[in-house]
């Protein structure tokens, strides 16, 4: 069985910072792209960032250059570093990471994680 567990999520000022980690572990085989999506209230869930399994990162116009997304294969997790938060960015912050587990050996799944609280209020 595959789990994923987002941390770091929290309250901040606008301009303030925070970084999210989410930490894969289970029957783990092998990691592909790993991504962040949020949901605001009232709003669909939207991507936000992903990097793949050699480090090529991708943003949505509306974090680029403020989050920087990361990963480190050795722990089998990945970060999102928050810089310069907006109240827009207030959000439910999920992980989502696609994994070969032993479970499921020959097709990669899509697994998500609990979800990890971000608001931004002055």
């Known amino acids: 069985q595959v789990q994923l567990v987002e941390s770091g999520g929290g309250s901040v000022q606008p301009g303030g910072s925070l970084r999210l980690s989410c930490a894969a572990s289970?029957?783990?085989?092998?990691?592909?792209?790993m991504a962040w999506y949020r949901q605001a209230p009232g709003k669909q869930r939207e991507w936000v960032a992903d990097?793949?399994?050699?480090?090529?990162?991708n943003y949505a116009d509306s974090v680029k250059g403020r989050f920087t997304i990361s990963r480190d294969n050795a722990k089998n997790t990945v970060y999102l570093q928050l810089n310069s938060l907006k109240s827009e960015d207030t959000a439910v912050y999920y992980c989502?990471?696609?994994?070969?587990?032993?479970?499921?050996?020959?097709?990669?799944?899509?697994?998500w994680g609990q979800g990890t609280q971000v608001t931004v209020s002055s």
């Open positions: 289970g029957s783990i085989i092998s990691i592909n792209t």
């Open positions: 990097v793949t399994d050699v480090g090529s990162a």
């Open positions: 989502n990471a696609m994994i070969r587990s032993f479970q499921r050996p020959v097709r990669w799944g899509s697994y």
